[in-house]
């Protein structure tokens, strides 16, 4: 298993927010960000991907949908009620709940493909502060690299390399703009 990298850059393209680079140990990857780009006043619902230093909490994955990564991260096997909550006025807000769950949430086990593999980011999770923004996540992409809902998203097979180099130790740096790479003619 390779070292785990201590930091890993998520930076936003410039004429395009809610598009970036994910820079990771030589590797240098197109991600998406939520549609209101990266800001650092971080809100319920607002679209945007929160500008901060996240660790890499613990893994979750499908393990109907391939191997389990190697990764000296905590791993958790996503089971179909599996869920997520976003609602600010609960007390489970930001943190994993079990479905059926009345308040509002997001469904982790996905027929999609996007959350086969997460990786639980530290947003507002020590402590929780409600309507700070929720469920931060580094997933799947969608082709086309179509905004998130917030979430910084890779290709699957990227987001497989990343998962083998992260360790509790690695930060993701989310902020600042990138140039866009030129288009190759």
Known sequence: ??????????????????????????????????????????????????????????????????????????????????????????RRYNRPVTLPFAASHEILWREDGLYDLVVELGWNDRPVRRGRGSAIFLHA??????????????APPALRKLVARLGPATSFRIGALTPRPKRRR
């Open 1 to 90: 298993m390779p070292r785990p990298l201590s930091a890993i850059l998520v930076r936003a393209l410039v004429g395009d927010r809610a598009r970036g680079r994910v820079i990771a140990g030589g590797l240098n990857l197109p991600c998406a960000l939520g549609p209101a780009g990266i800001v650092a006043d971080k809100r319920e619902g607002d679209g945007a991907t929160p500008r901060a230093a996240l660790k890499a909490r613990r893994v979750w994955r499908r393990a109907d949908r391939g191997p389990r990564p190697p990764t000296p991260l905590p791993v958790r096997v996503t089971r179909p009620g599996d869920g997520w909550c976003d609602d600010v006025r609960h």
């Open 141 to 154: 992409a969608r082709p086309g690299f179509t905004p998130t809902a917030g979430c910084v998203a890779v």
